[in-house]
């Protein structure tokens, strides 16, 4: 499996893990004018974590079994890359991104974290939220938006991207800005956004305007619904008009969906949402 002489993945083993997420996305050519992607379904582990807690194998069993290709997680349960990527390799699935927090990409720590995600197979190295220190003043989100394109910079010879999620804070003017413009609008393109579509419209914000605005940009996208009674497809996200950015200009190459409200056991939630987006003809 590419395992260099000290037992860790060599890059052609990291290249060789994500060649089977990369395939998805490549196999259809370049896009002609018009023309829609299909874009792979991950899930978020987040959304099912106590299950994970309880029994990592057993709800990647059963999540692979739903028809997700890949999921993204939020925590690695202590276990050890080696051993995740194993879990995977054993459903079919492929790492489609991890919530990594800032500190894992800072100093001496990247050079762990790059080979850690190089033995999982995974590129989208998203950071899940930041504190004030690099948020609370436009001057905080300027320097955080030059830290994230030198970070970019970093990791791109490794075949990896770095990217942010937003929650609902970016879409709340500051000096009459919104942070998520003052940061996406000073780093460099190669800082991915991963727009959550319900934390989007919590803060007041728009998915279908922040996905037209950074075109190419929304490289993973969180798939979360807002309002309704609890059941992805039962609020007033506009999925129509997401999917059809996504898949022409949004740059997209993952669908990952992230269920925080639930109308049911949070494994039957992640199975109403695979089986809502197979019915829209997305599976």
């Keep these: 499996m590419g395992l260099a002489s000290d037992g860790r993945f060599s890059r052609r083993g990291f290249l060789k893990a994500t060649a089977a997420g990369a395939a998805a996305l490549a196999a259809a050519g370049p896009l002609a004018a018009g023309e829609k992607k299909k874009i792979p379904v991950g899930l978020q582990l987040y959304s099912v974590r106590k299950d994970c807690e309880k029994d990592l194998p057993a709800v990647l069993q059963a999540v692979a079994k739903m028809g997700y290709k ?9 276990r050890k890359a080696d051993e995740l ?9 492929v790492c489609c991104g991890t ?10 720590a990247l050079k762990g ?14 950071v899940p939220g930041l504190g004030k220190e690099y948020t609370g003043t436009k001057e905080n989100w300027l320097k955080s938006a030059k ?19 937003n929650h609902g804070a970016e879409f709340k003017p500051i000096d009459g800005e919104m942070p998520w413009d003052i940061f996406y609008g000073n780093t460099s393109p190669a800082v991915i956004m991963q727009l ?7 803060g007041g914000g728009d998915p279908i305007h922040f996905l037209k605005k950074y075109p190419g940009r929304a490289v993973t996208v969180h798939l979360k619904e807002h309002g309704g009674k609890g059941d992805f497809g039962d609020g007033n996200m506009k999925w129509k008009e997401t999917f059809e950015l996504c898949e022409t200009i949004g740059g997209t190459e993952w669908y990952i969906i992230e269920q925080e409200t639930y109308a049911r056991p949070p494994m039957e939630c992640v ?10 003809g997305k599976v």
């Excluded at 033995?119 to 998203?126: A, D, I, P, R």
């Excluded at 830290?147 to 999620?165: S, T």
Aim: glycine share 12%; proline share 1%.
């Design 147 to 165: 830290l994230f394109a030198e970070l970019a910079d970093r990791v791109k010879p490794e075949g990896m991207l770095v990217g942010y999620h």
């Design 85 to 93: 990527r194993k879990l995977l390799d054993d459903n079919g699935l």
């Design 271 to 280: 199975k109403v949402c695979i089986d809502k987006m197979r019915e829209w």
């Design 70 to 78: 890949g999921v993204e997680f939020a925590g690695y349960y202590g």
């Design 196 to 202: 959550d579509t319900g934390n989007c419209m919590s």
């Design 99 to 108: 919530h990594t927090a800032i500190g894992t990409l800072l100093g001496d």
């Design 113 to 126: 974290t790059i080979e850690f995600h190089k033995t999982l197979g995974n590129k989208y190295l998203v």
